[in-house]
């Protein structure tokens, strides 16, 4: 077209310089008359040729088109491709919407019909037309999407040259096989276009422009810059059927996510009810007392392998709700100074079976009402404290809780701080991922699950978690969640605390310090002592001190130091679950750990932790003449839960639905109600509102929710609905006990009954040592309790000369000495249940036999009390116990020159170390009526003979001889 508008314009600028160069020859005829001629002469011989181009143009186009590569302007139509493809959608329409691309394209290069091939992976053979174009008027009717055809039937004998990826074009005139040539006309094919399509140097598929009346003519560079567009349009098709691919898999992921998550969670459900019968019958042994050694011990195994078994189904549903998405924070109103002291009572339970040091600081400052999901916090923490036990063999962990408050939202911080083994730095990577356990040469146990699941619970409260560690040096990690504020309240208010002046008696530094720490954030007055002199100083000056705080290893050193100076001061004892003080005036009882809101509670002089330890411990409730009615759907549960009251003297009503709590109700008055959650026909709710519509006295009688579910939230959920309190299934024996504590009337809780030993039977036991296991005792001395009594008596003779052993070993430094005796000490106080002192014991044996001077220095001085007093203990207990065999009745009056022999005899036998000869003749002495004096002799010799003090059996014996030598000489002089 250009080409004849360039001549048309030629034509007529010449003709145009003819009419005017014929005009001035006209006008200069005489000058030039033979100018016209050779002007009319070009002027024909122009017009021939322009009619002669007109004629080809017009009758080539009458029958074919122009050459392509003359109409094709292959940038612009790159740019066309690429606007159109950018409006394409992935979606079901992208086929037809490349289609109608093609077709322009058609258009633009004057093609007949492109294809786009897709060579199958599976063999290279075979190729799949994915989309195609035809026009209309060509259209052969041949090829549909979706067919598949082998690469021999499309281009015979092509393979080769399309794996070398450059592009090409077939002309039956062309060298190619001869079957190529009969395809191409056979389909009436002029010519053919060949873009192979490469992706990451692998061919995988190729483009096919065909054209029936007009051969294509491109140049090498001009096919390069063809084959964009197409390379364009066929990454959009990748693109979609991958997009397609990944839905069709993420599809079947989540249905088979949501049918593993499913079978989990039923799993899981069906696992836990089982499990809570296993642990609730297990403590139901536990608590019994009265079985062999060896049941009871199957018994221990059963519910610590239980326990661990629940928490592993606990995780595994926590995994699979995470994995489906199904994971949520359910933000409820709580009380923080709740949740925290959940978390020191959960880790007292976790640290109670080890020897670590467990501190926890919390800032008062804090608000002391949150809104959030305090279960998931609490759960993080859990996991995390579980953590640091299985990799802290020895030393502490330390909590440190602080927050940041930004307007309405508190951020808190939680610090958990290890001495244990760290983490190597090569491990420290997959700390968070799931599944993965690190340090496994280490036998320790655990699913790999709890630390990534606290990492994604603290991200779900726009939080996060993250850890220090040192390999050797321990760990730290640092949990942070976010939390609404409910009231700007703090958690303690400093201005309400008594001011007290609290002297402290406590020689471990790190527990001084902890405890100095505690004192100043409430802004107590404190003073420390760390020795016994100090202390006696500071009871000596004129200061009146309004407790004195000590642990509770070093209550009876305290003790002793207070009767020597005739102090009244009250005493604070900072004691575990074992220690009892039931015989001791004006001392209170604080379990350990402590924190700044347990001691604030305390100094306000309005809570329930200021109990004396003369009356009920708060641990041990004791009602037999409560009232409890239990309900619950599952028989097997209402046995558990009855069996665990009874171990609190309570006999208990049972009814297995909400109609016949209503029915027995109408009947009968309770002083405590509990009432399982889930029930048919009439829940546990439904029942709690018909229950508070009564018009009798159980209206207002507390209802306790009992339920498997310990959901966020569901605490309240029940509060809502009318009930007072809440326990999870398996209910756990110590908050049982503080159920019972807080909600049964204080009438109705006594003191428990001691009753004398009166047979040896090992079911009678009935006596009570403080920190002695006399069960444990009695079971290592066969069962018999008038063996146990002989070897408390050795026990007490024995330890008191260890004391002295253990004490010159210790002043001269000498560990292997010091390790032999204090093996003794382990061993004698394990046979007769002293537990505590015998694992002291093993831990200063270990000490000293790899000579770590510095934590014997730190202990031993607590272990020689802790046996001192002990000691003592069983000496008290065995002086109240008379029985039949300790009774003597004396018969006859006494011989002074019998006793006169018997006593010298006494005393070369134990000079001997004769110590039957002793006792019988002791015995022998005793059933002989004496004067007082002589009695009282006899009996010192007896006893001081049961418990093989050998230097008393003949200071007493040489005392009665001189006594009677004296009277002998005073009746002869009378004479």
Same mark, same amino acid.
């Given at each position: 077209?250009?080409?004849?508008?360039?001549?048309?314009?030629?034509?007529?600028?010449?003709?145009?310089?003819?009419?005017?160069?014929?005009?001035?020859?006209?006008?200069?005829?005489?000058?030039?008359?033979?100018?016209?001629?050779?002007?009319?002469?070009?002027?024909? /011989?122009?017009?021939?040729?322009?009619?002669?181009?007109?004629?080809?143009?017009?009758?080539?186009?009458?029958?074919?088109?122009?050459?392509?590569?003359? $109409?094709?302007?292959?940038?612009?139509?790159?740019?066309?491709?690429?606007?159109?493809?950018?409006?394409?959608?992935?979606?079901?329409?992208?086929?037809?919407? /490349?289609?109608?691309?093609?077709?322009?394209?058609?258009?633009?290069?004057?093609?007949?019909?492109?294809?786009?091939?897709?060579?199958?992976?599976?063999?290279?053979?075979?190729?799949?037309?994915?989309?195609?174009?035809?026009?209309?008027?060509?259209?052969?009717?041949?090829?549909?999407?979706?067919?598949?055809?082998?690469?021999?039937?499309?281009?015979?004998?092509?393979?080769?040259?399309?794996?070398?990826?450059?592009?090409?074009?077939?002309?039956?005139?062309?060298?190619?096989?001869?079957?190529?040539?009969?395809?191409?006309?056979?389909?009436?094919?002029?010519?053919?276009? /060949?873009?192979?399509?490469?992706?990451?140097?692998?061919?995988?598929?190729?483009?096919?422009?065909?054209?029936?009346?007009?051969?294509?003519? +491109?140049?090498?560079?001009?096919?390069? $810059?063809?084959?964009?567009?197409?390379?364009?349009?066929?990454?959009?098709?990748?693109?979609?059927?991958?997009?397609?691919?990944?839905?069709?898999?993420?599809?079947?992921?989540?249905?088979?996510?949501?049918?593993?998550?499913?079978?989990?969670?039923?799993?899981?459900?069906?696992?836990?009810?089982?499990?809570?019968?296993?642990?609730?019958?297990?403590?139901?042994?536990?608590?019994?007392?009265?079985?062999?050694?060896?049941?009871?011990?199957?018994?221990?195994?059963?519910?610590?392998?239980? $326990?661990?078994?629940?928490?592993?189904?606990?995780?595994?549903?926590?995994?699979?709700?995470?994995?489906?998405?199904?994971?949520?924070?359910?933000?409820?109103?709580?009380?923080?100074?709740?949740?925290?002291?959940?978390?020191?009572?959960?880790?007292?339970?976790?640290?109670?079976?080890?020897?670590?040091?467990?501190?926890?600081?919390?800032?008062?400052?804090?608000?002391?009402?949150?809104?959030?999901?305090?279960?998931?916090?609490?759960?993080?923490?859990?996991?995390?404290?579980?953590?640091?036990?299985?990799?802290?063999?020895?030393?502490?962990?330390?909590?440190?809780?602080?927050?940041?408050?930004?307007?309405?939202?508190?951020?808190?911080?939680?610090?958990?701080?290890?001495?244990?083994?760290?983490?190597?730095?090569?491990?420290?990577?997959?700390? +968070?991922?799931?599944?993965?356990?690190?340090?496994?040469?280490?036998?320790?146990?655990?699913?790999?699950?709890?630390?990534?699941?606290?990492?994604?619970?603290?991200?779900?409260?726009?939080?996060?978690?993250?850890?220090?560690?040192?390999?050797?040096?321990?760990?730290?990690?640092?949990?942070?969640?976010?939390?609404?504020?409910?009231?700007?309240?703090?958690?303690?208010?400093?201005?309400?605390?008594?001011?007290?002046?609290?002297?402290?008696?406590?020689? $471990?530094?790190?527990?001084?310090?902890?405890?100095?720490?505690?004192?100043?954030?409430?802004?107590?007055?404190?003073?420390?002592?760390?020795?016994?002199?100090?202390?006696?100083?500071?009871?000596?000056?004129?200061?009146?001190?309004?407790?004195?705080?000590?642990?509770?290893?070093?209550?009876?050193?305290?003790?002793?130091?207070?009767?020597?100076?005739?102090?009244?001061?009250?005493?604070?004892?900072?004691?575990?679950?074992?220690?009892?003080?039931?015989?001791?005036?004006?001392?209170?009882?604080?379990?350990?750990?402590?924190?700044?809101?347990?001691?604030?509670?305390?100094?306000?002089?309005?809570?329930?932790?200021?109990?004396?330890?003369?009356?009920?411990?708060?641990?041990?409730?004791?009602?037999?003449?409560?009232?409890?009615?239990?309900?619950?759907?599952?028989?097997?549960?209402?046995?558990?839960?009855?069996?665990?009251?009874?171990?609190?003297?309570?006999?208990?009503?049972?009814?297995?639905?909400?109609?016949?709590?209503?029915?027995?109700?109408?009947?009968?008055?309770?002083?405590?109600?509990?009432?399982?959650?889930?029930?048919?026909?009439?829940?546990?709710?439904?029942?709690?509102?018909?229950?508070?519509?009564?018009?009798?006295?159980?209206?207002?009688?507390?209802?306790?929710?009992?339920?498997?579910?310990?959901?966020?939230?569901?605490?309240?959920?029940?509060?809502?609905?009318?009930?007072?309190?809440?326990?999870?299934?398996?209910?756990?024996?110590?908050?049982?006990?503080?159920?019972?504590?807080?909600?049964?009337?204080?009438?109705?809780?006594?003191?428990?009954?001691?009753?004398?030993?009166?047979?040896?039977?090992?079911?009678?036991?009935?006596?009570?040592?403080?920190?002695?296991?006399?069960?444990?005792?009695?079971?290592?001395?066969?069962?018999?309790?008038?063996?146990?009594?002989?070897?408390?008596?050795?026990?007490?003779?024995?330890?008191?000369?260890?004391?002295?052993?253990?004490?010159?070993?210790?002043?001269?430094?000498?560990?292997?000495?010091?390790?032999?005796?204090?093996?003794?000490?382990?061993?004698?106080?394990?046979?007769?249940?002293?537990?505590?002192?015998?694992?002291?014991?093993?831990?200063?044996?270990?000490?000293?036999?790899?000579?770590?001077?510095?934590? /014997?220095?730190?202990?031993?001085?607590?272990?020689?009390?802790?046996?001192?007093?002990?000691?003592?203990?069983?000496?008290?207990?065995?002086?109240?116990?008379?029985?039949?065999?300790?009774?003597?009745?004396?018969?006859?009056?006494?011989?002074?020159?019998?006793?006169?022999?018997?006593?010298?005899?006494?005393?070369?036998?134990?000079?001997?170390?004769?110590?039957?000869?002793?006792?019988?003749?002791?015995?022998?002495?005793?059933?002989?009526?004496?004067?007082?004096?002589?009695?009282?002799?006899?009996?010192?010799?007896?006893?001081?003979?049961?418990? +093989?003090?050998?230097?008393?059996?003949?200071?007493?014996?040489?005392?009665?001889?001189?006594?009677?030598?004296?009277?002998?000489?005073?009746?002869?002089?009378?004479?």
């Amino acid at each position: 077209m250009k080409r004849l508008l360039f001549l048309i314009i030629l034509f007529a600028f010449l003709s145009g310089f003819l009419f005017a160069g014929t005009s001035s020859s006209l006008a200069g005829m005489v000058v030039f008359e033979r100018i016209p001629v050779l002007f009319i002469t070009l002027f024909v /011989i122009l017009l021939v040729l322009c009619v002669y181009f007109a004629f080809l143009y017009f009758f080539k186009t009458s029958k074919h088109s122009e050459p392509v590569k003359s $109409r094709c302007d292959l940038l612009h139509l790159i740019s066309l491709v690429d606007e159109a493809l950018q409006q394409t959608k992935y979606d079901e329409q992208i086929n037809k919407n /490349i289609t109608e691309i093609l077709k322009n394209i058609g258009k633009q290069i004057s093609a007949d019909r492109i294809c786009i091939w897709q060579l199958q992976k599976d063999s290279i053979q075979n190729c799949l037309l994915s989309v195609f174009w035809e026009s209309a008027e060509n259209a052969q009717n041949k090829f549909h999407a979706g067919s598949v055809f082998s690469l021999e039937e499309i281009l015979p004998d092509s393979l080769e040259k399309l794996v070398k990826g450059n592009p090409y074009i077939l002309t039956p005139s062309s060298e190619s096989s001869g079957r190529l040539k009969y395809k191409m006309a056979a389909n009436h094919t002029v010519s053919k276009c /060949i873009l192979p399509l490469v992706d990451a140097f692998e061919l995988c598929g190729f483009i096919e422009i065909d054209t029936f009346k007009v051969p294509l003519s +491109f140049s090498q560079e001009e096919l390069m $810059r063809l084959s964009v567009p197409f390379k364009l349009i066929f990454s959009k098709m990748r693109q979609s059927e991958l997009r397609t691919s990944l839905g069709t898999a993420r599809t079947q992921a989540v249905a088979g996510t949501d049918a593993k998550s499913n079978f989990l969670a039923n799993m899981t459900h069906e696992l836990r009810s089982p499990l809570n019968v296993i642990m609730g019958l297990s403590d139901l042994i536990l608590g019994t007392g009265n079985l062999p050694s060896e049941i009871l011990n199957y018994a221990q195994n059963i519910n610590s392998s239980s $326990r661990n078994l629940f928490n592993v189904v606990s995780d595994i549903l926590d995994f699979s709700n995470l994995e489906s998405g199904n994971l949520e924070i359910t933000p409820v109103p709580y009380d923080f100074a709740d949740l925290v002291n959940d978390i020191i009572t959960s880790s007292r339970l976790k640290l109670s079976e080890t020897y670590l040091s467990f501190f926890i600081y919390v800032d008062p400052t804090l608000p002391a009402q949150l809104i959030g999901d305090c279960a998931r916090i609490k759960q993080v923490f859990l996991n995390l404290i579980s953590n640091s036990l299985k990799y802290t063999k020895e030393g502490s962990i330390t909590v440190r809780i602080n927050g940041t408050v930004d307007s309405e939202i508190l951020e808190l911080e939680f610090e958990i701080q290890d001495t244990g083994i760290g983490i190597k730095e090569e491990e420290q990577e997959k700390i +968070f991922k799931m599944f993965q356990r690190l340090d496994n040469d280490m036998n320790v146990a655990g699913t790999g699950i709890g630390l990534a699941l606290s990492r994604k619970l603290c991200e779900l409260m726009d939080g996060s978690l993250d850890f220090h560690s040192e390999y050797g040096n321990g760990t730290t990690f640092t949990a942070k969640v976010k939390q609404r504020i409910r009231n700007e309240y703090p958690l303690v208010e400093l201005e309400k605390i008594k001011k007290k002046d609290i002297l402290i008696f406590e020689p $471990r530094r790190r527990y001084s310090s902890f405890l100095l720490k505690q004192f100043e954030l409430l802004g107590v007055n404190a003073r420390l002592t760390a020795s016994a002199l100090d202390f006696s100083s500071g009871l000596q000056e004129d200061y009146d001190y309004d407790y004195i705080f000590v642990s509770a290893m070093y209550f009876s050193r305290v003790r002793t130091l207070l009767e020597r100076s005739g102090s009244n001061t009250p005493v604070v004892v900072i004691a575990t679950n074992d220690y009892n003080y039931p015989n001791e005036q004006n001392v209170y009882v604080l379990q350990s750990p402590l924190s700044c809101i347990t001691l604030a509670q305390f100094l306000s002089e309005e809570s329930p932790l200021r109990q004396h330890t003369n009356s009920l411990p708060l641990k041990d409730v004791y009602a037999p003449k409560a009232t409890v009615l239990l309900v619950d759907d599952n028989a097997v549960s209402l046995q558990i839960a009855s069996g665990l009251l009874k171990l609190h003297g309570i006999s208990t009503d049972t009814v297995t639905s909400g109609f016949d709590a209503l029915s027995l109700l109408q009947e009968k008055t309770y002083d405590l109600i509990f009432m399982d959650y889930l029930m048919p026909g009439m829940d546990g709710m439904e029942t709690a509102k018909e229950i508070r519509k009564m018009s009798n006295k159980n209206s207002k009688t507390p209802i306790i929710a009992l339920s498997a579910n310990a959901l966020s939230g569901i605490k309240e959920k029940f509060l809502a609905e009318g009930m007072n309190d809440y326990l999870t299934k398996p209910v756990e024996k110590n908050e049982l006990n503080d159920i019972l504590a807080r909600w049964l009337p204080t009438g109705k809780i006594v003191p428990r009954v001691q009753k004398p030993v009166q047979s040896d039977n090992v079911q009678d036991i009935q006596f009570v040592i403080p920190n002695v296991n006399t069960v444990s005792g009695v079971k290592y001395a066969g069962n018999s309790i008038t063996a146990y009594i002989d070897v408390l008596k050795t026990y007490v003779v024995d330890s008191r000369q260890k004391m002295q052993l253990l004490s010159d070993a210790y002043a001269r430094k000498d560990w292997r000495d010091y390790a032999v005796n204090i093996h003794a000490i382990k061993s004698a106080s394990k046979a007769i249940g002293a537990e505590k002192l015998s694992v002291i014991a093993a831990r200063l044996e270990k000490a000293a036999s790899e000579e770590n001077a510095a934590f /014997i220095d730190e202990n031993s001085e607590n272990c020689l009390d802790m046996i001192k007093e002990t000691a003592g203990d069983i000496e008290v207990c065995l002086n109240s116990i008379k029985t039949d065999e300790n009774t003597i009745v004396p018969t006859q009056d006494g011989n002074v020159e019998l006793l006169y022999q018997k006593i010298t005899a006494i005393k070369n036998a134990a000079d001997n170390y004769n110590i039957l000869f002793v006792k019988d003749a002791a015995e022998e002495l005793e059933t002989y009526k004496w004067e007082k004096k002589i009695t009282d002799a006899l009996s010192l010799i007896r006893s001081a003979a049961e418990y +093989f003090d050998y230097e008393s059996i003949v200071k007493n014996s040489q005392m009665l001889i001189k006594y009677l030598t004296e009277q002998n000489n005073a009746n002869l002089g009378s004479k």
